[in-house]
C-alpha cells in the first residue's frame, strides 16, 4: 500500500483503520470488525499486529470500538494490509460512518433469564491500581428479566447495509439498537434510538428527544432510513450549523419521520457492565471491563488464548470491555479469575466502572493535562463514593472525547491542572482551578469535594 495522502490524516475527526487520527503518540487506527465480532484467534492477532505495527497499547471506546495506538506513517500501510487481508476490519472508502449501530454485547443470547455474578468465582479486586479497593458493596442483584423483545443484531446489521447507501452522513452519526431487555443502553447519547417495547415492536426516538412509534420490527430499519434521509438533505444545506440530530428544531425533527407520537418507553434499571451471565441452556458469557478502557496488547492475547479452547463469540462493549459469549460453566469461570489475576474489571461495582477519561498529555497534543494517568490516582482515592454509583469523567481539555454528557464530577485539563465542574460537562462553568495534589485532599472525608460527591449520590437514589 501506498503512503496516505494529506486530506486523510487528520485531528480531532472519527478515525478508522483507512483513515488513522493523529495523537500526540502516533496515529490512532479504529477497527470495526465484520458483524461487530470476534474469534480468539482474530483477537490474538490484532494484538500481535498492534505490537508489530503500533507501542502495544490497545483501547476500547465508549462507542464500542477497538482502536491501536502508536502506528507511525511507515508502518500504517502493512498494518491495513494485514487488517484487510486477514478480514479483521470490514470499512469503505467514503467520508461518512463507518459503523453507525450500538447494541448490547448480550444481544443475540435473548434465551433465558441473565442472572447475577457469583461472587464467589473472583477476590481479587483492583489489582490494576496497585492495591485493593476499599469500600465494596454487597454482590449486584441479579438483573431479572427474560431477555430481549426484538432481534437487535439483525435490526442493527439491515441499519448498517442502508446507511452505507447514505450520502452525507456525518462520521460520527450514532443509532442505539436497544433490544429492550435487561442490557438497557439508555446511558448512551445518540441520534436515533430504537428500543423494544413489546416482541416484534419498537419505540424510536430522534436526538433523543422525540419519540415515535410504535413500528414493527421487521419495518424499522426502514423507518431508520427514510429519517437519515431525511437528516442528509437537511444537512446539505446547511453543513457547518447542521452536524447530528441535536442541532434541528423539535419542528425539523418531527419532519424526519411520519411514525405517530409516542411515550417514552418504562426506565429499567441501570445493567450490569461486568461478570457473569447465565443462559437457560447452561451456557454463559463474561463481560469483562478493561480499566480506563486500555489494556496492553499482551493482556490482550492471554484473554484471547484463555478461550482458544472455547467456541467464544466476542463482542466489544460500550463500558469499554470485552463479552466472550456462548462459553460454558468452567470457561467463564476461568476466563474471570485469568482476567481478575491481570487486574481487568470482573465485577459491576468495580469503581472503575464509574470512570472515564481520555488519554490526555503527552498521548494527545490536545490535552493540558495527563488525564489517564491522574484518573487512575484520583479513582483509588474516591473508590468509595465510586462503587456507591457516583461517576467522575476526567478531559485533558474541554472537548470531551471520552465522555460529552455530564457527570457528578468533571475534570477539565488547563495548563497542567484541572477545572472543577460538579455536576455538569466540560463546557459548564467550574467552581474551582485545582493541581492533583488538591483533588486528593479534597476527595477526602469531611472535605467539600467529597461531600458534593456524596449528596448528589443520595440525591440521586433517592429520586
Known sequence: MSALPKDALRRGWCPSALRPMETGD???????????????????????????????????????????????????????????????????DGDGPQRVTLVSPLAGLDRGVMLGLDPSISGREGAAFGKSFSGRRPAP??????????????????????????????????????????QALDEFPCDIRLVGITPGHVALCLGDRLWRGPVAEAEAAAAVETALRRFATLRKAAPERIRRLRDLSLEALASLSALPEASAPTPRIPPRRAGRFALDDDRFVALVGLPLGRCDAAVLDRLGAGTAASAADIRLSPWRGLAFRDLDRAEAESLLALADDLGLITRDDDPRLSVQACAGSPACTRA????????????????????????????????????????????????????????GTTRDKPVATLDLSALLTRLQPGQDIHARLKAARSAGSQG
Not at 503500533?54 to 495506538?69: T, Y
Not at 483509588?380 to 454528557?405: M, Q, Y
Request: charged residues 20%; glycine residues 10%.
Open 26 to 92: 502516533g496515529w490512532l487506527v479504529r477497527l470495526h470488525p465484520p458483524g461487530a465480532s470476534l474469534t480468539p484467534t482474530q483477537l490474538r492477532r490484532i494484538a500481535a499486529l498492534a505490537v508489530e505495527h503500533g507501542n502495544g497499547l490497545i483501547e476500547i471506546s465508549a462507542r464500542a470500538n477497538l482502536q491501536i495506538r502508536g502506528v507511525t506513517a511507515e508502518s500504517h500501510p502493512n498494518l491495513v494490509e494485514r487488517l484487510l487481508t486477514e478480514r479483521l476490519v470490514d470499512e469503505h
Open 141 to 182: 442483584p441479579e438483573n431479572d428479566g427474560t431477555g430481549g423483545l426484538v432481534d437487535a443484531i439483525d435490526l442493527a446489521d439491515d441499519i448498517e447495509r442502508r446507511a452505507r447507501a447514505i450520502a452525507g452522513l456525518p462520521a460520527k452519526l450514532g443509532v442505539v439498537v436497544d433490544h429492550g431487555g435487561p
Open 368 to 423: 493540558e493535562a495527563p488525564a489517564m494517568v491522574d484518573a487512575a490516582v484520583l479513582a483509588e482515592a474516591a473508590a468509595d463514593l465510586l462503587a456507591g454509583g457516583a461517576t467522575l469523567h476526567v478531559s485533558g481539555c474541554i472537548k470531551a472525547c471520552a465522555h460529552p454528557a455530564a457527570a457528578d464530577l468533571t475534570l477539565v485539563g488547563r495548563e497542567g491542572r484541572y477545572d472543577v465542574v460538579p455536576g
